[in-house]
């Protein structure tokens, strides 16, 4: 998601242009066209005001309307899959009854159908944990992400299998897929 001017920025943003560019062409018919300064001052306002309309309007256009990914507007929030009203689902053939839902996991374990999850360790070993961030695309954000999942050292990322990548790509919440894209285990390999 990118983020976005807010019309008022854009506004006191092209206000600013303009004038910038009303003064530069007084300037210019003045001093290089020795122009009277009355009528260069007259055509500097009305350039002025016409480069500020064009850009408010190229602005406008590629603004988005409130609440589609727009940073300064109120956050749309969005209700938890248990909260939100579900049709119930058609009458199954079966005469099964149906299973209770299992209970939601819990927020540092979000729930996902990709992989195996790695073996956690409850905390750095005694010769502390290794800094993570040397590997590349890992900064000081991700450590913090990656030792509240339970990894703090090179060997562990080296021994991660196929399933193990899958699995912290599609958990790593703001990073998804990171672990394939910069190859972390041949990295951590290296670094171990």
Same mark, same amino acid.
């Given at each position: 998601?990118?983020? $976005?001017?807010? @019309?008022?920025?854009? &506004? /006191?943003?092209?206000?600013?242009?303009?004038?910038?560019?009303?003064?530069? +062409?007084?300037?210019?018919?003045?001093?290089?066209?020795?122009?009277?300064?009355?009528? +260069?001052?007259?055509?500097?306002?009305?350039?002025?005001?016409?480069?500020?309309?064009?850009?408010?309007?190229?602005?406008?256009?590629?603004? @988005?309307? /409130?609440?589609?990914? &727009?940073?300064?507007?109120?956050?749309?929030?969005?209700?938890?899959?248990?909260?939100? #009203?579900?049709?119930?689902?058609?009458?199954? +053939? *079966?005469?099964? #009854?149906?299973?209770?839902?299992?209970? +939601?996991?819990?927020?540092?374990?979000?729930?996902? *159908?990709?992989?195996? /999850?790695? !073996?956690?360790?409850? *905390?750095?070993?005694?010769?502390?944990?290794?800094?993570? $961030?040397?590997?590349?695309?890992?900064?000081? $954000?991700?450590?913090?992400?990656?030792?509240?999942? =339970?990894?703090?050292?090179?060997?562990?990322?080296?021994?991660?299998?196929?399933?193990?990548?899958?699995?912290?790509? !599609? &958990?790593?919440?703001?990073? $998804?897929?990171?672990? *394939?894209?910069?190859?972390?285990?041949?990295?951590? /390999?290296?670094? =171990?």
């Amino acid at each position: 998601m990118s983020i $976005k001017t807010p @019309p008022e920025a854009i &506004n /006191r943003e092209a206000l600013m242009f303009g004038v910038m560019a009303g003064v530069i +062409a007084v300037t210019a018919m003045t001093l290089i066209a020795g122009m009277n300064f009355l009528i +260069a001052a007259l055509i500097g306002v009305l350039l002025a005001v016409a480069v500020w309309f064009v850009v408010v309007q190229l602005g406008k256009e590629t603004s @988005p309307p /409130r609440g589609e990914g &727009n940073l300064d507007t109120p956050a749309q929030v969005d209700t938890p899959a248990e909260a939100k #009203p579900q049709a119930a689902p058609p009458a199954a +053939a *079966s005469s099964k #009854p149906a299973e209770p839902k299992a209970a +939601a996991p819990a927020a540092s374990e979000p729930e996902t *159908s990709a992989g195996e /999850r790695p !073996e956690p360790l409850a *905390s750095a070993r005694a010769s502390g944990a290794d800094d993570l $961030k040397k590997i590349k695309g890992v900064g000081p $954000k991700l450590e913090k992400l990656l030792h509240s999942m =339970g990894v703090y050292h090179f060997d562990q990322i080296a021994d991660w299998t196929p399933a193990h990548v899958a699995w912290m790509d !599609e &958990n790593l919440q703001g990073f $998804k897929g990171r672990v *394939s894209r910069d190859d972390w285990v041949g990295q951590a /390999r290296d670094l =171990g």
